[in-house]
Each structure stands twice: as structure tokens, then as C-alpha cells.
């Protein structure tokens, strides 16, 4: 099973992909060309990268901008058929948030909570969301100004799936809230909306 590493990136770097070994997917994800920026000022994008083997993880060596990387467990709890080729950008807009936990739950606790009783929530009362990826932090890779515990990946199809129909009620976004204040500590993580896009996949398209 390969193993998945999230870093973010403060400067400039291009879509190639590093020369890693093993390296079988990879995936950048940019800020989005239509949405307002909300990412940290130095904060220039966010890469994926998907690698096999046992050899050590070095991403401060794969770019030559400063790096925060993190390796991750992917839990994939809302799935799409991906028919576009590697090299076009994905038709959604993606909402990347690296959250912490609240100080009272452990990381394991923050990471079942997450998975197993705040998914539920989020398939009834997020309507306008067409993909969504866990990424529960496993390891740190680089040195870090702030311990994060998770990177969630948000899809929405359009600006008004995004905009419009996040919450299916105001109902649904107390019921959501009120479950993420039990195990996240919101405000307190970074996001950003990006536009992703597969410069190498192991998937099959059409």
C-alpha cells in the first residue's frame, strides 16, 4: 500500500514531480483561480504525493522552497468516478483544511471520532459535497511551528454547491457544529480553496 504525504509549500515550485523512487501518484493542489485566498500568506500551494517502498521520506529535499510535510492515513468517506485525464485540472473546487484536535481527546480519539461519528453527519448534512478525504496525520516529516492532527479534503462541484448548499439546513450546520466542537478545534487549523490537479495517477481513467 503506498504511502501518502501531504506538504505544504512556502514559494514557488512547478507541477513536475520530484524525483522520488517509488513515486506512483502525485497530485497539486493550487490556489483557486475564482475563490478569494484564505491560505497563509506563505503559503504558495500544497502537494500530494502517493509512494511505495520502504525507503525514507524526505520532502524537504524534493522542493527548493521551505516545506511542512506530513504523512497520513487516507480514509476516503465520499467517493467519485474521476474521468479526466492526469494533467487537467479537476472540475471542483476543493477545500483543504489542516485541522487540530481540541486539547481534552487524544489524537487516536480525535481520529475514531472523526471517522466513525462525524462522517455520518457529514453525508446528511453537507449536500453540495461530491468528494471527502480524512488524511489522519501519522507522522510529521519536517520540523513544524504547529501540531496538526488532520487534512481534510472538501469537493464541490460548483461555487454554488460550495456557496449555497454546504449545510443542507441551519439545522444541519448546528448539528455539524456542535459534533466538530467534541474533537476539532476550529479556527484554530489553515485552509485554503484549491483547484487540484493529477500530474501522475495510478488510477485508471477514461
Do not use: C
Not at 497530485?27 to 483561480?33: C, L
Not at 462522517?119 to 446528511?124: D, E, F, K, N, W
Request: charge should be negative.
Amino acid at each position: 500500500m503506498p504511502r501518502k504525504v501531504i506538504a505544504a509549500i512556502a514559494g514557488p515550485f512547478d507541477d513536475a514531480p520530484p524525483a522520488v523512487d517509488g513515486l506512483v501518484a502525485y497530485s497539486v493542489h493550487r490556489p483557486h483561480p475564482d475563490e478569494p485566498p484564505a491560505q497563509p500568506l506563505d503559503v504558495a500551494g500544497v502537494v500530494m504525493a502517493w509512494v511505495e517502498g520502504d525507503a525514507p521520506l524526505e520532502p524537504a529535499r524534493w522542493f527548493d522552497a521551505p516545506v511542512t510535510a506530513y504523512l497520513v492515513d487516507e480514509r476516503i468517506q465520499i467517493e467519485w468516478t474521476r474521468d479526466w485525464a492526469d494533467g487537467i485540472a479537476t472540475p471542483a473546487i476543493e477545500q483543504l483544511a489542516f485541522v487540530p484536535r481540541i486539547p481534552s481527546v487524544t489524537h487516536e480519539q480525535f481520529a475514531e471520532h472523526w471517522s466513525e461519528r462525524h462522517t455520518p453527519l457529514v453525508r446528511v448534512h453537507h449536500p453540495g459535497m461530491a468528494r471527502y478525504v480524512q488524511n489522519v496525520i501519522t507522522e510529521t516529516l519536517t520540523p513544524v511551528t504547529q501540531e496538526l492532527d488532520g487534512v481534510a479534503q472538501l469537493y464541490f462541484r460548483t461555487s454554488h454547491d460550495l456557496h449555497e448548499r454546504y449545510f443542507d439546513s441551519e439545522e444541519g450546520q448546528r448539528i455539524v457544529f456542535e459534533d466538530v466542537a467534541q474533537f476539532l478545534e476550529r479556527g484554530a487549523g489553515w485552509n485554503f480553496l484549491a483547484q487540484e490537479t493529477w500530474i501522475r495517477s495510478s488510477r485508471v481513467t477514461a
